[in-house]
């Protein structure tokens, strides 16, 4: 007999009582004396001056992990709090309290990642050799590296207390101004009145003059408040630029590069593998017009449906398709995958109040998981099921690591996520029921395809060179659009009849101030893992040792070392990124094909 799966996650196993949890409020008050023990810690740290205190660094580290997974732990379970009931008050306010724990912990590790740079550069060597910090010298060498990088303490510390008003403030900005705006629309005989994100997503509607409403609203929104978004745009970048011209940074991508753990010539490769190889996908957009009976397909087509997925899955039977299939790429993907159905670590529920989207969250202490979505029955749903599962595994293949060992970059972050979400999406294609259902699963995977190689690329291309031409001082509204409109024409490599000119006012990512140029990371992410997947389908069962063993190692090696070690590729070349690209190139292409006779 088949056990159910839960549907509500369970929460009370970390802490019982949710937002009134005596056990949480006990677990947060003990961090207030762990704080003020380790902030006494930071203030007397003073640089190592030799090897001999090699013990001394490393009980420091376990003290930062002890503290660092304490707060993480509670941090985590109020994000699945709020996330679960968004009038839940009280998880608020828990929530302000959190992030002021986790502020005092942070101004105190930099405070001793700055002590580190103090050291003499062969003591350091001599340190890092020693048995208690080996471990540890990738993310040691990378700390004392990053304040090597930035300014003095004082400096630091006063460009992080004007940023909160001055940099930060800008960003909290933009998301006033787009929380102003409503669109009104018509949609079967009744006026609705629409945040932006709500008419973003009638982008997939069925109808197309419903699509075609909605962009020419919202581009009038845009056009409206233009001289608001590029003050604000021009601002965050005037911050950042003077910031890094006060280091001595004279390159944008220094930053995020350095935050991704990759090379200039890893990112411009795989921009260049990705531009020789975009024709298959100008075909998918070409047909797609002829199909919806265009001589050219308009920007707020590209996401219009083709024809409509009517395959349900109850969440029983997704649960179960995707035990099947992570069964078949290797057992313990598959046993991971059922000890988190069976022990509730996924809130799936259809229910109101949640909040929108999805998410993974790690319970450091508990070595648990816990995954967020609302699951309606589409195959979309076991998709993203599979992807956040992904995400969790990722988190259980980490925990024979150290603690301090655990913090990959963004780039990476996705890798056993897609991974995951391709076994799934793969065998649902191979599975459909029939030509229109194989088709609208298959147009599924070539629209993630188009988003990551020609969205992302003409985001990545306009934002280098907004950048550039903002070194120069403030860039209008009008040659923002130009620039826009120039980048989409490259990134869809003249796929589209028409573009998106104020794309860069709608796009939250180009004002996100805690991440520079949040966009190459995503396409990286993606086609790191498809060509993981690709040797995956290489090699068979014998695979899923070595690709946890990569996974292990995301955290403590560049995105160049962790591909030669693990996958004997060198990723500086243009020949890696092609792998995934192919995998990809065949869906378009099998696409065309079924669709050549379709009305």
Known sequence: MTVKFPEVWD?????????????????MDEATPKLDEFEKTAQHFTAPASSEDAEKVANLLEEVNALMQHLSQAGSFIGCLMAQNTEDKKAAILQSESSSLHARFDASLQKIQQDLTKTDDAVWKELLEQDALKEFHFFLNEWREE???????????????????????WSQLYDMLVGEIKIKMTIDGEEKTMSVGQANNLSSHKEA??????????????????????????????????VYKKRGWDHVLQEPLHMNRMKQETLDAMWGAISKNKQPFVAYLNRKAEILGKDGLDWFDVDAPVTESTQQFTYQEGAEFILEHFGKFGPELRQFALQAFEKGWIEAEDRPNKRPGGFCTELPMAEESRIFMTYSGSMSNVATLAHELGHAFHSYAMHPVHGLNRSYAMNVAETASTFAEMIVADAAVKNAQSKEEKIALLEDKVQRSVAFFMNIHSRFLFET???????????????????????????????????????WASKLHFYITYVPFYNFP???????????????????????????????????????????KHLGEDITKEAFWEKGIALCVKDAEEFNALTSSFE
């Open 11 to 27: 929460l009370d196993v970390l802490f019982q009582g949710g937002s009134d949890s005596k056990e949480l409020r006990v677990h």
């Open 147 to 169: 304040a090597k990088m930035q300014l003095s303490e004082k400096e630091e510390n006063l460009i992080t207390a004007l940023s909160m008003d001055g940099y930060h403030g």
């Open 209 to 242: 003059e419903i699509r075609k409403e909605s962009y020419e609203k919202l581009e009038e929104a845009w056009t409206e408040k233009e001289d608001f978004f590029a003050k604000t745009l021009n601002s965050i970048a005037g911050f950042r630029l003077e």
């Open 465 to 503: 060179r907004f950048y550039e031409e903002r070194k120069n001082g403030v860039v209008p509204a009008a040659r923002l659009n130009e620039l826009m409109e120039q980048a989409q024409n490259e990134g869809f490599a003249g796929g589209l009849k028409s573009t998106h000119p104020h794309f």
């Open 522 to 564: 995503y396409t990286f992410g993606y086609l790191f893992s498809l060509s993981i997947y690709a040797k995956a389908l290489e090699e068979g069962a014998d695979f899923e040792g070595k690709y946890m063993a990569l996974l292990r190692d995301t955290a403590i090696m560049t995105a160049e070392e962790l591909a030669l």
